[in-house]
Structure formats: structure tokens, C-alpha cells
T-cell receptor, first 118, second 111 residues
Framework: KAGVTQTPRYLIKTRGQQVTLSCSPI?????VSWYQQTPGQGLQFLFE???????NKGNFPGRFSGRQFSNSRSEMNVSTLELGDSALYLC?????????????????FGPGTRLTVL | SQKIEQNSEALNIQEGKTATLTCNYT??????LQWYRQDPGRGPVFLLL?????KEKRKERLKVTFDTTLKQSLFHITASQPADSATYLC??????????FGGGTRLMVKP
């Protein structure tokens, strides 16, 4: 079974630009979550999509948005890039079972997209 | 606010010894905790999940404990090997399918 794939793997942008990152989940997985990882803040949850609907959202500004397609593939968009947006962006897929704190849904992470904002 | 904390200092141990990593949480009572391994430049890989009613969980050389009184989970690697060198993260699910991660502890196993 193929794992989670993310494209591109590396990206360099300048301040003010916008960027779109892509994630293809494991076949059969309906939930895709996005995380931002930085040395200072660690891994932080951005949002989760399930069946083309945003199901949960973290504490990030509206410049960060996403969507999910009918084949469960997901894209994440960041507009008006800032230097602080430089990070490793990780996507994780899961079956999507369970929505509460008792969920045991294992998440499978992709290799990430390394975004550098100059 | 809910917090989950790990020792940010790297843990250096000799090959063959047991590595013990700590995860503490506050202002929340997770039903279970998960542990992940992350290698440089790669995404986290799921290792183990332990539920609040389980005191201990094992998988090969890995052992996780969960003490709800101390609000702490310990992650042990026995007979450690240089290949175990990585960053280890603990996490729990908040409402929904959202994972809250600790900052991770970097483990270095020296031959």
C-alpha cells in the first residue's frame, strides 16, 4: 500500500506571495490533517478535512486555508506569505473513525513540504 | 490551557542501555496517549498507543506506561541501538481528529 505523498518536497517563496501544497492520502483513508512544524513551536495542528468538509481547525490565521477533493486528496493554501511561515508542512491521513477525545484513529504522516519564505 | 510537555534536552545514552523518555500533560485528561518517532526531514511515524485504563503497553523493545495520577507517560527503549537515534514525540487527541504534540525529545544512542 502506498504511503502518504506530498508535493512539492521543497519550495522557496518570497514574502507576499501565495503557495499551494498538495497531499495524497493512503488509499481508503478519508481524513486528511495538516500540521505545521517549526523549531520554536513544534508540531501544530492546522486543520482536518473529512469527506470534503473541514471538520476541525487549529489556531491559525485565515491566510491558511485548505480543501479536500472527492478522491480525498487535499490541498493547503497560504496567502500573503510571511517570514514566519517558513516551516515543514506535514499532512497526515487516517480512516477518519472517531471524532472525540476517545478516538484511536492512527494517523500516517507524509514526508512533508519544506517551505522557505525569503 | 492544555499542555503536553517533553524534556527538550537531548538524551544521550550508550548502546545496549535502556532509554527512558518522559511526557507530562496538564489541564487535560486524555483517554489515551500516542508515541511517534521522527527522523530528520521526515514525517512522524506512529509507534504505540496506550489507553488510560492500561498501565503498560509493549511492542518488541518498546514499552510505554501511563500514570493518570502523575499525569505522565514514560517511553522506554530497551537494549537501545544507534538506529534508535531519532526524535520521539508524544501526543493526544483533542476534540475531533486533532493531535496535540509535545515538543519531542531527541535521543542519541552512541555505539
Amino acid at each position: 500500500k502506498a504511503g502518504v505523498t506530498q508535493t512539492p518536497r521543497y519550495l522557496i517563496k518570497t514574502r507576499g506571495q501565495q503557495v499551494t501544497l498538495s497531499c495524497s492520502p493512503i488509499s481508503g483513508h478519508r481524513s486528511v490533517s495538516w500540521y505545521q512544524q517549526t523549531p520554536g513551536q513544534g508540531l501544530q495542528f492546522l486543520f482536518e478535512y473529512f469527506s470534503e468538509t473541514q471538520r476541525n481547525k487549529g489556531n491559525f490565521p485565515g491566510r491558511f486555508s485548505g480543501r479536500q477533493f472527492s478522491n480525498s486528496r487535499s490541498e493547503m493554501n497560504v496567502s500573503t506569505l510571511e517570514l514566519g511561515d517558513s516551516a515543514l508542512y506535514l499532512c497526515a491521513s487516517s480512516k477518519g473513525q472517531g471524532t472525540g477525545g476517545t478516538s484511536t484513529d492512527t494517523q500516517y504522516f507524509g514526508p512533508g513540504t519544506r517551505l522557505t519564505v525569503l | 490551557s492544555q499542555k503536553i510537555e517533553q524534556n527538550s534536552e537531548a538524551l544521550n545514552i550508550q548502546e545496549g542501555k535502556t532509554a527512558t523518555l518522559t511526557c507530562n500533560y496538564t489541564n487535560y485528561s486524555p483517554a489515551y496517549l500516542q508515541w511517534y518517532r521522527q527522523d530528520p526531514g521526515r514525517g512522524p511515524v506512529f509507534l504505540l498507543l496506550i489507553r488510560e485504563n492500561e498501565k503498560e503497553k509493549r511492542k518488541e523493545r518498546l514499552k510505554v506506561t501511563f500514570d493518570t495520577t502523575l499525569k505522565q507517560s514514560l517511553f522506554h527503549i530497551t537494549a537501545s541501538q544507534p538506529a534508535d537515534s531519532a526524535t520521539y514525540l508524544c501526543a493526544y487527541h483533542n476534540a475531533g481528529n486533532m493531535l496535540t504534540f509535545g515538543g519531542g525529545t531527541r535521543l542519541m544512542v552512541k555505539p
